[in-house]
């Protein structure tokens, strides 16, 4: 139980394009859903979190007209990265927070999105 | 949320314990103590968390001190799929929480 998927796995877009990923819960409601970059060799960074219906609420420095985020249903978020450029390459991973398989309220990990433009 | 202070790298022997520690000295009443896992270019992979009382669960055992302001996350019996980037995190286990990442330690189990 506590699955969490993400689609594509890996994308290659031209600088300029607008991309879009999908996170999510397989077999259980995600209250909230949180959004992560990770650059080589770095951690992970908080870029954005969004409960279901709301808006999502964005990290100092991020650009919410850059990196849309839609959180329309409980099993599903949307990531969309607009207008691309390769600075914007990177390990994209979703987290989504709800009851998990083991009876426990837990925030589970995608496995990440490599975004890679050229 | 308060921070944690982690050793940037360790190694271990398979077979052996791991046994890694995290200070968080600020950690205030209501922030438990979460650990995850990064294996390299997954997503990270959620292990045990605790508020005061040591925990154990089928993946490792969570050591807190009494004053809260110091954890040791073991790994009993370290096998080579154990090698990843342990990320130990305090968070406030309500609606508000968010798991921030700090930078972690990289875990190498050797044969």
């Known amino acids: 139980g506590a699955v969490v998927s993400q689609h594509p796995s890996r994308v290659i877009c031209k600088s300029g394009t607008s991309v879009k990923i999908e996170c999510r819960s397989l077999?259980?409601?995600?209250?909230?859903m949180f959004w992560y970059r990770q650059f080589p060799k770095q951690s992970l960074m908080l870029m954005a979190t969004?409960?279901?219906?709301?808006?999502?609420?964005?990290e100092q420095g991020v650009e919410k007209d850059k990196f849309l985020i839609n959180h329309a249903s409980l099993t599903l978020s949307t990531l969309t990265v607009t207008s691309a450029h390769p600075e914007d390459s990177s390990f994209y991973i979703c987290?989504?927070?709800?009851?998990?398989?083991?009876?426990?309220?837990?925030?589970?990990f995608g496995p990440g999105t490599r975004l890679t433009v050229t | 949320d308060a921070k944690t202070t982690q050793p940037t790298s360790m190694d271990c022997a398979e077979g052996r314990a791991a046994n890694l520690p995290c200070n968080h000295s600020?950690?205030?009443?209501?922030?438990?103590v979460y650990w995850y896992r990064q294996i390299h270019s997954q997503g990270p992979q959620y292990i045990i968390h605790?508020?005061?009382n040591n925990e154990t669960n089928e993946m490792a055992s969570l050591i807190i001190t009494e004053d809260r302001k110091s954890s040791t996350l073991i790994l009993p019996h370290a096998t080579l799929r154990d090698t990843a980037v342990y990320y130990c995190?305090?968070?406030?286990?309500?609606?508000?929480?968010?798991?921030?990442f700090g930078q972690g330690t990289e875990l190498s189990v050797k044969p």
């Open positions: 987290s989504a927070r709800g009851w998990g398989g083991q009876g426990s309220y837990e925030q589970y």
């Open positions: 077999d259980f409601q995600a209250t909230t």
């Open positions: 969004s409960n279901e219906g709301s808006k999502a609420t964005y």
């Open positions: 600020t950690i205030s009443g209501n922030e438990y």
């Open positions: 605790g508020l005061k």
């Open positions: 995190i305090v968070r406030r286990n309500n609606q508000g929480g968010k798991l921030i």
